[in-house]
């Protein structure tokens, strides 16, 4: 089982992420930013992962420190767990439609951080949420899971269905990606020997 636990404290947050790559899609989200749990929910989800993601953050000043801190502890056990990288497909990729909106998603188990983020919103605020808050998400995974990821919303009206077809488009890219190729008999899927 490719599963990873890891903490994080700063003098903002207190982050402890559990995952497993090869699960069934539980999750358990303790934040204190619900639309992020809601968004949480379809990467596990969607990407067959079972995910657990405690925090404490100090949402007295907003939900940034949070959320960044999230998307960076996650990456982090993603790394943790995915480990060198044998016999994965490596690249995943993923449209999702939600009524109006659609988005694609593309990753790439690179070992290098990069972040193409394309999404409009439609408004700047989902409830709580500030939607600006989910660039930070992913650009702190990025930057810890050390994948290249392409976020591209291609329509929508509603701001809550972008958002939601991008980490749903996201968990199923990542499923893709990590998923184990019988083919490549636990060989690195790069001509360089390692990622």
């Given at each position: 089982m490719r599963t990873a636990e890891v903490t994080r404290s700063t003098n903002e947050t207190q982050i402890r992420v559990k995952l497993n790559l090869d699960g069934s899609g539980q999750s358990s989200f303790k934040t204190g930013v619900p639309f992020l749990d809601h968004m949480m929910d379809q990467i596990a989800r969607h990407g067959l992962i079972d995910l657990e993601v405690e925090a404490k953050g100090d949402l007295h000043i907003d939900a940034h420190h949070t959320v960044e801190d999230i998307g960076i502890t996650i990456g982090q056990a993603l790394s943790k767990a995915i480990g060198d990288k044998k016999g994965i497909c490596r690249y995943g990729h993923a449209y999702v439609p939600l009524d109006e909106?659609?988005?694609?998603?593309?990753?790439?188990?690179?070992?290098?951080?990069?972040?193409?983020?394309?999404?409009?919103?439609?408004?700047?605020?989902?409830?709580?949420?500030?939607?600006?808050?989910?660039?930070?998400?992913?650009?702190?995974?990025?930057?810890?899971?050390?994948?290249?990821?392409?976020?591209?919303?291609?329509?929508?009206?509603?701001?809550?269905?972008?958002?939601?077809?991008?980490?749903?488009?996201?968990?199923?890219?990542?499923?893709?990606?990590?998923?184990?190729d019988a083919r490549a008999a636990g060989s690195i899927p790069s001509t360089k020997g390692s990622l």
């Open positions: 909106a659609l988005s694609r998603v593309v990753l790439d188990f690179s070992g290098r951080p990069g972040l193409e983020f394309h999404v409009a919103f439609k408004r700047g605020m989902i409830g709580e949420y500030d939607v600006d808050l989910t660039h930070e998400f992913f650009q702190g995974f990025v930057n810890h899971a050390l994948v290249t990821l392409h976020i591209d919303n291609l329509r929508g009206e509603n701001a809550h269905h972008q958002c939601e077809t991008v980490f749903k488009a996201f968990g199923r890219a990542l499923r893709m990606a990590a998923e184990l």
